[in-house]
């Protein structure tokens, strides 16, 4: 699971803020397949992941792959080993 801290005020019943890690690791959900060959090149493609969120990936990165994403700019910062 993933810590959050959430600041709350109790007074107002309400959250003030909430810090997430700067990374976390997720899965992806759909991604176009990648093609043999396409480590070397720096384009992008649009993929899911686990939360619903849409993440620019490498073209090597396939569905089923685990990522680390930074959540500050919701970008990808490399792929993980399960």
């Not at 060959?37 to 993440?55: F, H, I, M």
């Not at 569905?63 to 959540?71: L, R």
């Amino acid at each position: 699971g993933l810590i959050c801290k959430i600041l709350f005020d109790a007074d107002s019943e309400r959250a003030i803020s909430c810090d997430l890690p700067n990374h976390i690791e997720v899965e992806i959900t759909y991604t176009e397949p990648g093609v043999k060959g396409d480590t070397a090149t720096n384009s992008l493609k649009p993929a899911t992941v686990d939360t619903g969120v849409e993440v620019r990936v490498p073209l090597f990165i396939n569905t089923g792959d685990f990522i680390k994403v930074d959540t500050r700019t919701k970008e990808y910062s490399e792929r993980v080993k399960k």
